[in-house]
């Protein structure tokens, strides 16, 4: 993950107080942010809370942030957990409409690069039913493409321990995939 130059000098002016910087910030980060949280919860209702409370703890913490150039890791970090209180959460809270399928998100709201084909919509569930925190992993690596130490940063925890997580949700996405493709084919064969 490479840091962006310009970023760096909208997050110090964003430290010393300048609304308009953390507007920029905001809106440049918002479409990976949501499309994070996205992958991560697995709801865009909960998505875009996630990206909303990420950015009120952006906001509300500037001025901890002691190096700017590093503020996109900074940002996937808070927005990690945030995800994984908000996934907590929502497992407690799970609304009716959910239960019953009422309330499923349209094509349309889904952020349309995770939903481009048949083959994406099987992944992306493959995907939604590993852990929070393999699933927080593969999204890091797969779809932000950073690095087993940035993501180890990010998550708080050790680089090993990421690459067990990868290693264990890529097992079990073949597993799933593979068991889907099988039963596609013997579905075709009748």
């Known amino acids: 993950m490479k840091e962006n130059r310009g ?35 697995g709801s865009y209702a909960d998505s875009e809370d996630i990206v909303q409370e990420t ?15 590093y503020f996109e890791r900074w940002l996937y970090k808070t927005l990690t957990r945030e995800a994984w209180r908000i996934c907590r959460r929502s497992k407690k809270e799970q609304p009716v409409e959910e239960v019953f399928g009422e309330n499923t998100p349209s094509a349309a709201s889904v952020p349309e690069e995770v939903m481009r084909n048949a083959r994406d919509r099987e992944l992306y569930q493959a995907v939604g039913r590993l852990p929070a ?48 493709q099988q039963m596609l084919g013997e579905e075709a064969a009748l």
Not at 55 to 69: C, K, T
Not at 135 to 161: D, Q, W
């Open 133 to 180: 925190k393999q699933r927080t992993a593969v999204v890091l690596y797969y779809f932000n493409g950073m690095t087993t130490k940035e993501i180890a940063s990010v998550m708080g925890c050790l680089e090993g321990t990421v690459k067990s997580r990868l290693y264990t949700a890529r097992t079990q996405l073949k597993q799933v995939l593979e068991s889907e």
């Open 55 to 69: 950015f009120i703890q952006v906001y509300l913490n500037r001025r901890r942030i002691r190096e700017p150039q």
């Open 7 to 41: 970023d760096e000098q909208l997050v110090r002016r964003m430290i010393a107080d300048d609304r308009e910087a953390f507007d920029l910030l905001m809106e440049s980060y918002y479409p990976r942010t949501l499309r994070m949280a996205y992958l991560i919860s």
